[in-house]
């Protein structure tokens, strides 16, 4: 099956937009507060809270969920089309749980903040979770469910 691009949808300005203001808030992050934007260990380090380190995380966090609505507020926000059954989705979300504890990072602080940093590390990570990602798609859509 081959991959098609619905260019009446294709939105490569937002996408650019989008990735810059990861990029921007990813350096403002680490030039202003020494933090890496990896959100998985952004968000653990509010379950285990330390003093000083809660403030900065919970707006991190916050801002992370209220970005949509104020995107909203100004545009109209893309219709979400998930395939995938709610079983599926919570096996899915415990999954990644799970890589990103034995990955020590996620997909932000290794994929956007390490790679940046020329870390080994993160690119092995990277490359691993890309590898996964692109064989279980595979799996997937062409062995378990052809269309």
Same mark, same amino acid.
Request: hydrophobic share 55%; glycine share 14%.
């Given at each position: 099956?081959?991959? !098609? &691009?619905? /260019? *009446? =949808?294709?939105?490569p300005?937002?996408?650019l937009? $989008?990735?810059?203001? &990861?990029?921007?808030? *990813?350096?403002?992050?680490i030039?202003?507060?020494?933090?890496?934007?990896? &959100?998985?260990g &952004?968000?653990?380090?509010?379950?285990?809270?330390? %003093?000083?380190?809660?403030?900065?995380? *919970?707006?991190?966090?916050?801002?992370?969920?209220?970005a %949509? /609505?104020? +995107?909203?507020?100004? @545009? !109209?926000?893309? !219709?979400?089309?998930?395939?995938? @059954?709610?079983?599926?989705?919570?096996?899915? $979300?415990?999954?990644? $749980?799970? $890589?990103?504890? +034995?990955?020590?990072?996620? !997909?932000?602080? =290794?994929?956007?903040?390490?790679?940046?940093r020329? @870390? %080994?590390r @993160?690119?092995?990570?990277?490359l691993?979770?890309?590898?996964?990602?692109? *064989?279980?798609? +595979?799996?997937?859509? =062409?062995?378990?469910? %052809? =269309?």
């Amino acid at each position: 099956m081959p991959i !098609t &691009i619905d /260019w *009446a =949808h294709f939105t490569p300005w937002s996408a650019l937009a $989008g990735g810059a203001l &990861i990029g921007l808030a *990813a350096s403002l992050l680490i030039l202003l507060n020494g933090r890496i934007a990896g &959100i998985s260990g &952004i968000l653990g380090g509010l379950l285990r809270p330390t %003093p000083g380190e809660i403030g900065w995380r *919970a707006a991190f966090l916050i801002g992370l969920i209220a970005a %949509p /609505w104020l +995107y909203a507020a100004v @545009s !109209t926000l893309p !219709t979400v089309r998930i395939e995938a @059954s709610e079983g599926l989705l919570v096996a899915a $979300g415990l999954l990644v $749980g799970l $890589g990103t504890r +034995y990955g020590a990072g996620c !997909t932000s602080g =290794h994929g956007v903040c390490g790679l940046s940093r020329l @870390s %080994p590390r @993160s690119l092995a990570a990277t490359l691993v979770f890309m590898a996964a990602g692109f *064989a279980t798609v +595979y799996v997937v859509r =062409h062995l378990i469910a %052809p =269309h």
